[in-house]
Structures are given as C-alpha cells and as structure tokens.
Nanobody, 121 residues
Framework: QVQLVESGGGLVQPGGSLRLSCEAS????????MAWYRQPPGKQRELVAA???????NYADSVKGRFTISRDNAKNTVHLQMNSLKPEDTAVYYC???????????????WGQGTQVTVSS
C-alpha cells in the first residue's frame, strides 16, 4: 500500500510565502514524476508543477517565477515553495505521484488527501 501525505498548507496574506511538503510511503520501487495540482473553489483541478527523478521541472504559466518545486529522491518527498502568493492561488493543493511498487510491476497514480492554501488579507 502506498500513501502520499501532504503538509504545510494554511492562511497567508497576499505577498507571503508557504512551503508545501509531500512524503510518499509504503511499497515503493520508483517514483516518476512527482507533481502538485490544485483545485480552486468551483473550478477544475489543474497542474501547478511537476518534477522528474532527474530534476526536470514543468510549471503552469500562472506560477512561473513564483513557485519552485523540488524533490528528495532518497526520502521520497516533494516540496513546493510558494512565494509572492496571490488571492487567486487560493485552492486545495494535492500531491500526485506515479509509482511502481516492484521491479517489472505496473505504474499506478496516487493522490494525497489535499491541503488547503488560503491567500487573504
């Protein structure tokens, strides 16, 4: 069984910063990629940022230059540093990972439970 557990959400003023973390645990052989998605109120879930095992990154245009994704492959963790936060960044943020549990096994996609980020004065 694989679990993704997020932490680090909360309430922050516009212009502030937050750091989200996600740790994958359980039966893990390999993880690639790891990503953060978000779902604003009343809207669909959208990709925020993704990172491969090799460190290649991809960002939504709306967060480029403000958010930074990073990962620690040895600890099966991914982080999202969010700076210069705006009210429109308010959403539930979800960790996402494609994981293979054993050599030669199938890739499966897992989601965390979500963490609320609210940007408001």
């Amino acid at each position: 069984q694989v679990q993704l557990v997020e932490s680090g959400g909360g309430l922050v003023q516009p212009g502030g910063s937050l750091r989200l973390s996600c740790e994958a645990s359980g039966s893990i052989f390999s993880i690639n990629p790891m990503a953060w998605y978000r779902q604003p109120p009343g809207k669909q879930r959208e990709l925020v940022a993704a990172i491969t095992t090799a460190g290649r990154t991809n960002y939504a245009d709306s967060v480029k230059g403000r958010f930074t994704i990073s990962r620690d492959n040895a600890k099966n963790t991914v982080h999202l540093q969010m700076n210069s936060l705006k009210p429109e960044d308010t959403a539930v943020y979800y960790c996402n990972a494609a994981i293979i549990s054993s050599y030669g096994g199938n890739w499966n996609v897992y989601w965390g439970q979500g963490t609320q980020v609210t940007v408001s004065s």
